[in-house]
């Protein structure tokens, strides 16, 4: 058989929709067959073989953009047909948005620094570069800098709040954190304890001084959209705070009707559509605070579904409130393992509705649309082997080196195929 015809069907699986039996039956073929020809012509066809490998591990489909052309770029210096004019135009590519990337990185560390979070709030993750390592997964493109600048805040705000609903804050004060938001007065906060208020004043200040920036470009006020959508995620964060203290597990439909909103994927996107239009239309806005469009609520579901995948060991022993997997295990009655598999398979069902609604009619312009996707592959990128967010490993740390910091290095001047 051909390997990399069989290689382009089983990529292509990955783009089936609902109901495509054929495609799932294709997939499960080629997979086996992708599987044993590895390990028969290894040392034969070692380009191949490796092309191979990576397919099966990271699938384009759900592969992050960024990573995969850096890892590309690695393997196709070892192609028999590789043209070296098209590698080193490549490799400098890369290096250039990578520069970009590493002046964004700049802005975004100097506001994390200005908040004192990190340097007094000793029970939060301090992940700044994962943080911003989301943005670039989302939206690389030069163009996007205003957002990924401006996306970090909303990501490190986001993890550090998370934290403390789940680990820090009583129940008392976090009830009073939750109004604080609703309030959305500086002047009113003064029953908070002071971590809280100094994780107020960052969200006030970042999500006002958004709100100023748009406002003063395109003339519209996007602030009562985002104020909204900041309390909404700390309503299903104050839900989960009292599942665990009440010491109750909800069904897993329960929960993942508010883990949704609770991973914040829809405050990421709708955040994601303000800082990334050059045309915010109140008719957008409105649908996104009226209804969580499907593939909004699609990308979510993977989003929380991967975490509890990679996380969910770690988070039960920090005292965190049930997850996914225990959700089912707890209503089923299955075995670990067993509950596993079902939460992948709803992830591979997941893919399927977004692979349908990317094509769809909808008010949601492309670019949002491109960035619900990729959000999707960032979740399976960052908790495939682990909690990439949270764990700060190996793997992790050579992931950042290799796309926020270390360029590829480029040829001498004198071996370069690049001409004036």
Not at 292 to 316: F, H, K, Q, Y
């Amino acid at each position: 058989m051909d390997c990399k015809g069989m290689l382009y069907l089983y990529e292509a699986s990955f783009l089936s929709l609902e109901g495509e039996s054929t495609l799932d039956a294709a997939r499960t073929f080629t997979r086996k067959y992708l599987s044993e020809y590895v390990k028969l012509n290894e040392s034969k066809n070692p380009y191949l073989s490796t092309l191979v490998e990576h397919a099966l591990e990271f699938p384009l489909r759900w592969g992050m953009p960024r990573m995969e052309a850096r890892w590309f770029i690695g393997v196709y210096q070892r192609s028999p047909d590789m043209n070296p004019l098209l590698l080193d135009l490549a490799k400098l590519d890369f290096n250039m948005v990578q520069a970009m990337h590493q002046e964004d990185l700049k802005h975004a560390s100097m506001w994390w620094k200005r908040t004192g979070i990190g340097q007094n709030l000793g029970f939060i993750r301090d992940r700044l570069m994962e943080n911003f390592l989301w943005t670039t997964g989302v939206l690389f493109q030069p163009q996007y800098g205003y957002f990924r600048r401006m996306a970090a805040q909303v990501n490190a705000l986001v993890t550090t709040i998370d934290d403390v609903y789940d680990v820090y804050g009583t129940l008392d004060e976090l009830e009073l954190f939750t109004d604080a938001i609703e309030r959305w007065d500086i002047n009113a906060i003064e029953q908070l304890p002071d971590y809280m208020k100094l994780c107020f004043f960052a969200l006030h200040n970042s999500m006002n001084q958004i709100a100023s920036d748009i406002f003063q470009e395109q003339g519209i006020n996007i602030l009562p959209y985002s104020k909204k959508a900041w309390l909404e995620l700390c309503k299903t964060y104050l839900i989960e705070a009292k599942w665990y203290h009440q010491g109750y597990t909800p069904s897993l439909q329960e929960y993942i009707d508010n883990a949704v909103v609770s991973i914040s994927g829809p405050l990421i996107l709708l955040h994601a559509y303000i800082l990334s239009s050059n045309h915010i239309t109140t008719e957008v806005l409105q649908y996104l605070e009226e209804e969580l469009p499907s593939i909004i609520r699609c990308s979510s579901m993977v989003l929380r579904l991967a975490n509890d995948l990679g996380t969910s060991p770690d988070e039960m022993r920090r005292g965190d409130v049930p997850k996914s997997i225990q959700c089912y295990m707890h209503e089923t009655g299955v075995l670990e393992e067993n509950a596993r598999e079902y939460i992948q398979d709803l992830i591979d069902k997941t893919w399927k509705k977004m692979n349908k609604d990317e094509f769809e009619p909808s008010l949601l312009p492309q670019t949002l649309i491109e960035t619900a996707i990729n959000l999707t592959r960032m979740a399976q990128f960052m908790y495939k082997y682990g909690d990439g967010h949270s764990s700060q490993d190996d793997v992790m740390r050579h992931r950042i080196l290799s796309l926020l910091i270390k360029p590829i290095p480029l040829p001498r001047p004198e071996e370069s195929h690049i001409t004036a």
